[in-house]
């Protein structure tokens, strides 16, 4: 399985960017599907996941009001609509693909990581 983000790119402070991610050689359709962030220097971060069917959605406590996630099945892709967006912003962004129906926040979640796509906001 392979899951390939796309969409990062440079910004300005209060800017918008959506990340897309496809996932090829196996369907996560039935499972959920997260979106984690480092930046440098730091921790990996949980961002936002998404359930099987598009409900069940958490969103770290740093991008709650900002950022939206939504997936498509039949493309096999979930985004990540991020708005408002800030300098702490700044990082690698990339997605992952759950065990189950519903994934949460937890790095053990997940079972399939893609490589990350970097976001930079500049001030």
């Known amino acids: 399985v392979q899951l390939q983000a796309s969409g990062g790119g440079l910004v300005q402070a209060g800017g918008s960017l959506r990340l897309s991610c496809r996932a090829s050689?196996?369907?996560?359709?039935?499972?959920?599907m997260g979106w984690f962030r480092q930046a440098p220097g730091k921790e990996r971060e949980f961002v936002a996941s998404?359930?099987?069917?598009?409900?069940?959605?958490l969103y770290g406590d740093s991008v709650k009001g900002r950022f939206t996630i939504s997936r498509d099945n039949a493309k096999n892709t979930v985004y990540l609509q991020m708005n408002s967006l800030k300098p702490e912003d700044t990082a690698v962004y990339s997605c992952?693909?759950?065990?189950?129906?519903?994934?949460?926040?937890?790095?053990?979640?997940?079972?399939?990581w893609g490589q990350g796509t970097l976001v930079t906001v500049s001030s």
């Open positions: 992952a693909g759950g065990r189950r129906a519903y994934s949460g926040k937890s790095f053990s979640d997940y079972t399939a």
């Open positions: 998404i359930g099987w069917n598009g409900g069940g959605a």
């Open positions: 050689g196996r369907a996560f359709s039935n499972n959920g």
